[in-house]
């Protein structure tokens, strides 16, 4: 058991070393905790004298009340008596309330009676016997009548505090004494609890600092894994833009020998046509490629735009051109308002960027529509232009228009599983309109079709 345990500290202790955070944390810890101590402990302190000086000065006040008539009816037992039980009913912290008058000549030690007569007491029911303070007392306080006197006692583990006045009659002659006896067991009792109390908070602050020590070095552990991952994430990265690049090469060669082989007149029409399959399917490669690498470039903020003014009348109709040849392949109609947009109207966006975005929407269009049309329009509405790719193909759900935009997102339906896709076409397209201040928003009915709307600001 112990050295399972040791194992456990000293395994705490390296990772501390290991963590300078971890470091400051128990530092921190070390310090709340001590300042906590420290302050409670001069509470405590500060806590007895100010009871100290508040008993001390209420019985010093109700003494010197009582002195200004007790002089004068010294021998009035009855009354003195009176007033004794009307102080001690306000005063629960006063157990005894004593007026003594000393024998003249007389000392403890002299005989076996007691130099004291006690003329009045709040101890009315039982036998009254000065104790053996009551000498010094007497003494202190027939030395300076004008004032009190205080000393501090224990019984049975309790404090009290003894106090004395001297009684003078009217021409100052000391005549007796009154001598007050005050517990400081409910003080006491207060402050225990205070600490009790703060021992049991200072527990939990413990409790709690430990389980945020505990916390914080998981968030450590996962900070460190985070930079792994993020180490790992990089290295994903380049390896994927290194491959793409690379990949390239190769590719531009087989389209090329593809292109060259195309125009011999010598094959035969079964051999042009296996060409023009590998032809198409290296077209493929090289978007999927391009996809590839915009995508690494939009997560690591290094794809480049070059904003500029422009109208983009003349960028639409030549992305509807070129593929007016695919979509009559399939049967479809594709059509646009070239001159929708007036010339001097013009939106700040990349043009390359712009026609990346519009070749991706049209070519989604006439990938998932079988049959219909595709029509491009172009609108002026509250300081935006609006071009909007419309289609009557599969269109979509409302599920799937609202993951329409995620990364790898396609919608698999029977209608699509013949149609080829990487689900990075989309969510490329809506990272670069919102790069170029643009939105990119889409409406659908699943078997109707779908528009997707493009806008951006006019410059002013």
Same mark, same amino acid.
């Given at each position: 058991m112990f050295s399972s345990v040791? &194992?456990?500290?000293?395994?705490?202790? &390296?990772?501390?070393?290991?963590?300078?955070q971890l470091l400051y944390t128990v530092l921190v810890a070390i310090l709340i905790?001590? #300042?906590?101590?420290?302050? $409670?402990?001069?509470?405590? =302190?500060?806590?007895?004298? #100010?009871?100290?000086?508040?008993? *001390?000065?209420?019985?010093?006040?109700?003494?010197? $009340?009582?002195?200004?008539?007790?002089?004068?009816r010294i021998a009035d037992t009855p009354y003195l008596n009176e007033k004794i039980q009307d102080i001690l009913a306000t005063n629960e912290t006063i157990k005894d309330f004593t007026v003594l008058t000393k024998e003249m000549n007389?000392? #403890?030690?002299?005989? =076996?009676?007691?130099?004291?007569?006690?003329?009045?007491?709040?101890n009315l029911g039982g036998p009254i016997t000065p104790d053996g303070e009551a000498d010094f007392l007497y003494m202190l306080a027939t030395s300076d009548p004008s004032h009190s006197v205080t000393i501090e006692l224990k019984e049975n583990g309790e404090r009290f505090f003894k106090t004395a006045r001297a009684i003078t009659d009217a021409n100052g002659t000391v005549v007796g004494v009154v001598m007050t006896k005050q517990t400081l067991s409910q003080a006491d009792q207060a402050i225990e609890q205070t600490i009790t109390n703060s021992m049991i908070l200072l527990t939990g602050i413990l409790i709690v600092i430990m389980l945020l020590f505990l916390r914080f070095s998981k968030v450590i552990d996962y900070m460190a894994l985070y930079q792994k991952l993020k180490e790992v994430d990089q290295l994903k990265d380049d390896f994927i833009s290194m491959a793409s690049h690379e990949l390239r090469s190769p590719l531009t060669v087989i389209r090329g020998y593809a292109e060259f082989i195309k125009e011999s007149k010598e094959l035969l029409p079964e051999t042009q046509r296996y060409v023009s399959m590998i032809d198409t399917a290296a077209k493929g490669l090289d978007a999927l490629i391009a996809d590839i690498l915009d995508v690494?470039?939009?997560?690591?903020?290094?794809?480049?735009?070059?904003?500029?003014?422009? *109208?983009?009348?003349?960028?639409?109709?030549?992305?509807?051109? =070129?593929?007016?040849?695919?979509?009559?392949?399939?049967?479809?109609?594709?059509?646009?308002?070239?001159? $929708?947009?007036?010339?001097?109207?013009?939106?700040?966006?990349?043009? &390359?960027?712009? %026609?990346?975005?519009?070749? *991706?929407?049209?070519?989604?269009?006439? @990938?998932y529509t079988v049959h219909g049309e595709i029509k491009v329009t172009q609108t002026i509405e509250k300081g935006m232009v609006s071009i909007r790719v419309s289609d009557t193909g599969?269109?979509?759900?409302?599920?799937?228009?609202?993951?329409?935009?995620? @990364?790898?997102?396609?919608?698999?339906?029977?209608?699509? @599983?013949?149609?080829?896709?990487?689900?990075?076409?989309?969510?490329?397209?809506? %990272?670069?309109v919102k790069e170029m201040s643009g939105t990119l928003t889409v409406?659908?009915? @699943?078997?109707v079709g779908s528009h997707f709307i493009v806008s951006f600001p006019v410059v002013v």
């Open positions: 040791w &194992d456990t500290l000293k395994k705490g202790i &390296d990772k501390i070393r290991g963590n300078p905790v001590g #300042a906590f101590v420290f302050m $409670a402990e001069r509470f405590v =302190s500060i806590a007895n004298d #100010a009871q100290e000086r508040l008993v *001390n000065v209420r019985v010093g006040a109700l003494q010197d $009340a009582f002195v200004t008539f007790a002089g004068d007389a000392t #403890a030690s002299s005989s =076996s009676q007691s130099p004291y007569t006690v003329i009045a007491s709040g690494s470039r939009m997560e690591q903020g290094r794809m480049s735009f070059a904003l500029a003014p422009m *109208n983009p009348n003349a960028l639409v109709s030549e992305i509807v051109q =070129s593929f007016e040849i695919p979509a009559h392949d399939k049967g479809l109609a594709i059509s646009s308002e070239a001159t $929708a947009i007036p010339p001097e109207t013009t939106i700040n966006v990349d043009t &390359d960027r712009l %026609k990346q975005v519009l070749v *991706n929407l049209v070519g989604n269009a006439v @990938k599969l269109g979509m759900t409302a599920e799937e228009r609202e993951r329409l935009f995620e @990364k790898f997102y396609r919608i698999k339906t029977e209608e699509t @599983k013949d149609i080829r896709g990487t689900g990075l076409g989309l969510w490329i397209t809506a %990272k670069i409406e659908s009915i @699943k078997g």
